[in-house]
């Protein structure tokens, strides 16, 4: 099932176009990996986010994510730091 969501999901309803940002929540999770995979092979720019150091780093050194992010980093900026990278300081 895992397999079938992700790529329904991505195929199906989002199908980005190369070049384009993708970011996944979750990403280090069954879903958001594949989400991540498919996002690569599509030659699209992969941002994922995680809850914990260990899986946030996962994303970069195992499963080749172009940038992550941490949920639970708030010292470092953290999600509000993805906001402004994504949306501008608005």
Request: aromatic share 12%; proline share 1%.
């Amino acid at each position: 099932m895992r397999g079938l969501t992700a790529y329904a999901g991505f195929y199906e309803i989002f199908s980005p176009k190369k070049g384009e940002t993708v970011f996944v929540s979750s990403a280090s999770g069954a879903v958001g990996q594949l989400v991540g995979q498919f996002a690569k092979l599509a030659r699209c720019y992969v941002v994922g986010s995680a809850g914990s150091k260990d899986k946030v780093d996962l994303l970069k050194n195992k499963f080749g994510f172009d940038q992550k992010v941490s949920k639970m980093d708030h010292k470092r900026g953290g999600l509000k730091h993805a906001q402004v990278w994504f949306m501008g300081n608005k």
